[in-house]
Each structure stands twice: as structure tokens, then as C-alpha cells.
């Protein structure tokens, strides 16, 4: 009776009941006192009281009593709460040095303290310390660190804990799906063999079919995606709503414009409404200039949704076409009011687009109808006349800083970087000093590579360095600040001189700690763009070891086959032209090609475009692909 009453007294807070408690436990039976010690020390715990309850927890100990796991559950979360008062290696000790080992559930949550606090060393130690005790380490155990290691980018290590867990239990659905996942958004050359031994060793359910279907388009094996569509429709009755968009997205991103026709006539067979088959339909067809006639044939036929609407006024402004866009919005306007998303997808359109005056007109026709903008639109604004170098982004930032609703304080780095676009770094890094000041709860290593791109786009070097010695510094205390992809390729994009560009790339390369920052062709691209035009086989090098790390991309292929359009090679150039042509047979890649085209010809004397295009009038077609098959490495 007293430990339900001091259970009662903990859950209402009153600590002077329970203290009071504490205080009669002699005259208690000896089975009735564990409970009231146990209630007592949680009770300190909660009351930020930690050196009494640590007090109460040896004493605990000394009498032979086990310490329940209600306790140490306290002892984690007020480490998570208040970090700063107490150190990871006091609560590991603490968990570790116990007479009584706690169960699983308390090294669990220990480890996903560490891993919110940024302490990776202290996650590891925390795993490897829950094998040592004999923990029984199953699936459960592991997907929420396959998780937290797939989150922040560390997949080496990732793989290696999925495959050491394969060795103790079977992986389940669950598992496949973490790791999958992970490996598809990072596009790792690992993701093909994964699916492979995923379909080897398990029966996916219809949400592992979807993650692979996904992880298959995000690697650009679009075949393979539908493989395993087809593969879903046979063993999963009825398909879920989601796996139809799933598929047709991964056949978009890969311009497999035919087969993801098929698939939307198998969804209206399949009774899904007309209306959700248009919009994923106008999600991916942006090179077809007839559709836009069918566009305006939607809207003549009447009774358009309003998802319907954003689709298409979306489509258009991806397809580079913001006065057919406007239009669209305009008939809109006509047949019902534009909804504040619709407004900022309309801006977004123009601005994108180079119609920056047009966008800031709407936004004040948005404003006269009552519209208060919110974060998105703000950034829209921000971001697209940072872009445009308008001066009056710096009026549009004062606008938003006067705003009351807009309060997310990831708008400072569209603007951090919008007044480095502008040529303005002192004015950026003081905007960033008044977000470390104002809300340095909210900084966030994307925080960091915005100052680092807006001080490298004014070409402040030496500023530029500073700050990144300022963010591995705070690397230090929180691991999530250390530099990541995105910070180096933005330091190294801003060197300009070939030499500084591969000494950083050769420095980062040589730490086995960086491994996880090669997965990503980013920095490959970087030093290949660096070397290219003029030292072919450094380059050639570079990209042979490029493909044993990781998938070459697009802009591989891109920078490639502009490296030998200025060292005037035209076999080298349209081999990779044909490259890109096969991959990705858009109006943006053949445009590309032109430009690399008349490159050379700028190379050759050949100073006029049209002269360029008469010259290469179909050679794309005759020229045999490079050794490796188009399709080997995507």
C-alpha cells in the first residue's frame, strides 16, 4: 500500500510526501522498503536533486537491493535533459559499474541520449558494452543505431553493424527497410547488391517492396524498379496506393516516359481516381510541348481539383515555362481563390525562372488579398533574389524579421546566403552572429555551410577558413556541427586554383574517418572539374577510382564530356555526349551538349554556334560509347 501511495506522490510531483515516506522506512516491512527507495531516488532525479539520489543509489547498493530499471530510465533522461551538468562518462560508469546490470531497455535509451548530443565515440561504447554483458541482441536492438547512423550520414558503419547483426539474428522487414532506405537516398554503389540479397533472404511485406522500388529509382535502374513492382503485384493483393506513386516516380526520374504510361493505365484499372493519375503524371512530363495543349484541355474539361491545379501550374514552372504558368494561375483566379501554398508555388515558378520583378509584384498582389505569408514563401522571395543579386532581398529581410507569424529560424540561412549572393559577406556573417547570439539552440550544420557559401561567393578566402575552424570547433563539443559533404565540396568549389583544390581533396581522402564523405560523387566531381582541360589523365584516374567508391552521376558525365570540349578532343567529347544522351535524354542535356559543342568550337576557331552545330549534325549518333557499358555504374 505505501509504494502505490509513493508511486502516486512521484507522479503528482510532490517530493515532500515522498521525502516524508522515505523518512518512516524503518518502521516498514523489509519487502515494502525497496519500493520507497526506489520511488525516493526517481523523485530526486526528477527534482534535479542528483547528488542525493546518487547518494541513495550506492546506498541502495551497499544493501544488496537491486536497482530497478525505472531508475536508471531517470538517470538517462535527466543526462538528455541537462547534459551539461552531468558527463557521458559519469552515466556510463554508472550503467556499467552497477552490482545489478540493468536490463536492455536503459543501454538503449543510453545510447540514443548519446547519439542526440552528438557523442558517436559514446554511442559505440555504449553498443560494444551492451555485447560485452550478454545483452541478447536482436533486431530491436539494432535498428534504431542502423537508423541513427543512416541519419548522419555514417554508412560504412551502418553496413558494418547491419552485417555484424546478420550474423546474430535474422534481419527483419524492418531492418532490410532502414538499411535500404539509407543507401538508396545516399545513392551508393552498395544499393543494387543489397536489394539482391534482401530478395535472397527474406519475403519483402508491401512496405519493403516500396522501399526498394524507391531505393531502385534513386539509383537510376529503372528496370529494376519495375522488376520489382511486378514482382510486388504478384505476392502483395491489393498494391497500396503509395507503391503506384512509388513506381512511377522512380520511371520518371529515369525519363522511362513509356513504361510509366503503362503504369498509369493500370491505375485507372485499378480504380484510382483521374485526377491523382494527372498529377503524378504532370509530377515528371516536362519535355513534351504538346502537353501543354493538354493542360489547358484539363482545364476546359471542367470541375479541376485543387491539387489538380498546383500540379500543373508546378509542371510548368519546371518545365521552364513561367508565363505558361502565370496563365494557369490566372484561370485559376477566375473559378476559385488561390490558396497561400498556390501562391508561393506560382512565385516559386517566376523566380526560379529569372521573372524576379514579376515574382515580387505577385507577392504584393498576394499581401493586397490578405495572404500573410508564411516561412515558404519567405524563403521563395529570400532565396530567388539572393540568386538574382537583388539588392532588395536586403528590404525583403528586414520585411520578414518585422513579421510576427514567420518565426523559423532556418529562414537565417536563406538569407545568410541570399547577402553572401549579393556580395555582401560582412553583412552575412553578422546575420550569423546574431543567430549564435538570438537562438543558438537552432544553429544546425547547414547553418554553418550557409556562411561558408556566402563568405566563399565574395571570395573571402581567408574569412571563409576562419569559419570553418570555428565550425570544427564546435564539432568538438556536438558531432553534428562536423563538417560534412556539403561543407567541403562549398570550401573547395571556392579555392578556384586547381593545386589547393586537389591538396584538400588528397587531405580529406587520406583520413580514414572521411571514408563516408567519397559515397557521394560530390567531391569526385569537384576534383574532376578541377583537372579537367587541361591534365586528361589525372582526370581519367580520378574518375576510375571515382568508380569503385561510388555511382558517377550526371554531372560526372557532364563534367567529362565539358573537360574535353576545352581541351578540343571532339572523339573524347561526344563519346561522353552519348553517355548523357542515353541517361538522360532531356532538353536540359542536349542543351548542355550544344554549349560543350560550341566550347570546342570556340577551342577550334569555330567562333559561331550555328557554324558548331552545322559541323556536328548528327555525329552523337556514330560515335561508339566509352568501354564501360552506359548503364554499369547506375
Not at 556499467?96 to 552528438?118: C, D, E, H, I
Not at 510509366?260 to 498529377?279: S, T
Amino acid at each position: 500500500m505505501k509504494g502505490a501511495v509513493a508511486e502516486a506522490y512521484l507522479r503528482i510531483n510532490s517530493e515532500e510526501d515522498v521525502e516524508r515516506l522515505f523518512g518512516q522506512i524503518q518502521n516498514m516491512e523489509p519487502t515494502k522498503q525497496f519500493k520507497i527507495w526506489d520511488v525516493t531516488i526517481r523523485s530526486r532525479i526528477n527534482n534535479r536533486k542528483l547528488n542525493g539520489a546518487l547518494e541513495l543509489l550506492k546506498e541502495i547498493e551497499t544493501r544488496g537491493l537491486r536497482v530497478s530499471d525505472h531508475v536508471w530510465m531517470a538517470l538517462v533522461r535527466y543526462y538528455k535533459q541537462h547534459h551539461l551538468e552531468v558527463s557521458p562518462t559519469q552515466i556510463f560508469d554508472l550503467l556499467s559499474n552497477t552490482p545489478t546490470p540493468p536490463g536492455v531497455v536503459p543501454w538503449l535509451n543510453l545510447r540514443l541520449a548519446f547519439a542526440s548530443q552528438g557523442k558517436e565515440d559514446e554511442v559505440n561504447s555504449a553498443h560494444e558494452k551492451m555485447k560485452k554483458l550478454g545483452y541478447v541482441m536482436r533486431n530491436r536492438e539494432y535498428i534504431p543505431l542502423l537508423r541513427h547512423k543512416g541519419r548522419i550520414g555514417r554508412v560504412e558503419e551502418m553496413i558494418n553493424l547491419f552485417n555484424e547483426m546478420r550474423l546474430l539474428t535474422a534481419a527483419d522487414v524492418f531492418a532490410w527497410a532502414t538499411v535500404i532506405n539509407v543507401l538508396g537516398a545516399a545513392k551508393r554503389y552498395e544499393t543494387a547488391d543489397m536489394l539482391r540479397k534482401c530478395e535472397d533472404s527474406i519475403q519483402p511485406d508491401a512496405h519493403l517492396y516500396d522501399c526498394m522500388i524507391r531505393a531502385a529509382g534513386n539509383i537510376k535502374k529503372p528496370m529494376e524498379a519495375l522488376r520489382l513492382f511486378r514482382s510486388m503485384q504478384k505476392h502483395t493483393n491489393p498494391v497500396p496506393s503509395t507503391a503506384w506513386y512509388t513506381i512511377i516516380d522512380a520511371l520518371g526520374k529515369a525519363n522511362r516516359t513509356t513504361e510509366m504510361q503503362e503504369i498509369c493505365q493500370e491505375m485507372k484499372l485499378q480504380g484510382v481516381p483521374e485526377d491523382e493519375v494527372l498529377i503524378m503524371n504532370l509530377k515528371w512530363i516536362k519535355e513534351n510541348t504538346n502537353s501543354i495543349a493538354d493542360i489547358w484541355k484539363i482545364i476546359e474539361r471542367g470541375n479541376v481539383s485543387e491539387k489538380l491545379w498546383s500540379a500543373m501550374i508546378r509542371n510548368l514552372g519546371n518545365r521552364n515555362q513561367p508565363e505558361e504558368a502565370l496563365k494557369v494561375f490566372r484561370k485559376m483566379q477566375s473559378e476559385r481563390e488561390a490558396s497561400l501554398k498556390q501562391w508561393g508555388m506560382i512565385m516559386d515558378a517566376l523566380g526560379k525562372n529569372g521573372e524576379v520583378t514579376e515574382m515580387t509584384f505577385l507577392f504584393e498582389e498576394s499581401q493586397r488579398f490578405g495572404i500573410s505569408p508564411n516561412d515558404v514563401i519567405w524563403k521563395i522571395l529570400i532565396s530567388n533574389l539572393g540568386a538574382a543579386k537583388r539588392a532588395d532581398v536586403q528590404k525583403t529581410i528586414k520585411l520578414l524579421l518585422n513579421d510576427p507569424v514567420a518565426k523559423d529560424p532556418y529562414l537565417w540561412n536563406s538569407f545568410i546566403v541570399a547577402l553572401g549572393n549579393i556580395g555582401n559577406a560582412k553583412k552575412a556573417v553578422a546575420a550569423f552572429r546574431k543567430m549564435q547570439t538570438r537562438e543558438p539552440h537552432k544553429i544546425t550544420r547547414v547553418t554553418w555551410n550557409s556562411v561558408l557559401n556566402a563568405v566563399g561567393h565574395c571570395k573571402e578566402i581567408d574569412l571563409m577558413f576562419a569559419i570553418l575552424n570555428e565550425m570544427k570547433e564546435a564539432g568538438h563539443k556536438n558531432e553534428q556541427f562536423n563538417p560534412d559533404v556539403v561543407t567541403w565540396a562549398t570550401v573547395m568549389a571556392r579555392l578556384g586554383r586547381t593545386e589547393e583544390v586537389m591538396k584538400m581533396f588528397y587531405e580529406l581522402k587520406s583520413e580514414p574517418f572521411n571514408i563516408h564523405l567519397f559515397s557521394n560523387p560530390t567531391l569526385w566531381n569537384i576534383a574532376i572539374n578541377a583537372l579537367g582541360g587541361n591534365k586528361n589523365d589525372d582526370m581519367i584516374h580520378i574518375y576510375e577510382q571515382m568508380k569503385l567508391e561510388c555511382v558517377p552521376d550526371v554531372v560526372t558525365h557532364t563534367t567529362l564530356m565539358m573537360s574535353y570540349a576545352k581541351m578540343a578532343n571532339q572523339v573524347e567529347m561526344e563519346r561522353w555526349a552519348k553517355v548523357l544522351l542515353q541517361n538522360n535524354p532531356t532538353k536540359e542535356i542536349l542543351d548542355t551538349i550544344h554549349d560543350a559543342r560550341y566550347v570546342y568550337g570556340q577551342r577550334t576557331g569555330a567562333q559561331k554556334k550555328h557554324q558548331v552545330e552545322e559541323q556536328f549534325s548528327d555525329e552523337t549518333a556514330e560515335i561508339p560509347l566509352p568501354d564501360e557499358t552506359v548503364n554499369s555504374h547506375v
